[in-house]
C-alpha cells in the first residue's frame, strides 16, 4: 500500500532502543505519581488516582503523536 504523501518517512530507531507500549508507559507515569525518586510512598499518592492521571496522560500523549522509546532492561547484578 503507497504511503500517503503528507505523512512523513518512517525514521528508523537508534539502535537499543525499541518503542514503549502504552501500557509500559502508563505503568511508568503511575509508578511516578505514586512514589518519590527515593521509592518511598508518596503521602497523598492514591493507586487508584495515579493509574487514572497516567491513563489519561498516555491516552493524550497518544492524541498528540508522541513516540516513547525504551531502552532495554539494565541486567541484574551479582553480589560477591
Same mark, same amino acid.
Given at each position: 500500500?503507497?504511503?500517503?504523501?503528507? /505523512?512523513?518517512?518512517? $525514521?528508523? %530507531?537508534? +539502535?537499543? /532502543? +525499541? $518503542?514503549? +507500549?502504552?501500557?509500559?508507559?502508563?505503568?511508568? /507515569?503511575?509508578?511516578? %505519581? =505514586?512514589?518519590?525518586?527515593? !521509592?518511598?510512598?508518596?503521602?497523598? !499518592? !492514591?493507586?487508584?488516582?495515579? +493509574?487514572?492521571?497516567?491513563?489519561? %496522560?498516555?491516552?493524550?500523549?497518544? =492524541?498528540? !503523536?508522541? %513516540?516513547?522509546?525504551?531502552?532495554?532492561? $539494565?541486567? /541484574?547484578?551479582?553480589?560477591?
Amino acid at each position: 500500500m503507497p504511503e500517503h504523501p503528507a /505523512l512523513p518517512a518512517p $525514521v528508523p %530507531l537508534p +539502535s537499543g /532502543l +525499541s $518503542v514503549a +507500549s502504552a501500557e509500559e508507559v502508563a505503568d511508568a /507515569l503511575a509508578y511516578a %505519581l =505514586r512514589y518519590d525518586e527515593r !521509592g518511598k510512598p508518596r503521602p497523598s !499518592g !492514591g493507586q487508584l488516582v495515579a +493509574s487514572l492521571a497516567a491513563e489519561h %496522560l498516555v491516552k493524550h500523549l497518544e =492524541r498528540a !503523536g508522541f %513516540l516513547v522509546l525504551k531502552r532495554p532492561p $539494565v541486567p /541484574l547484578h551479582s553480589a560477591g
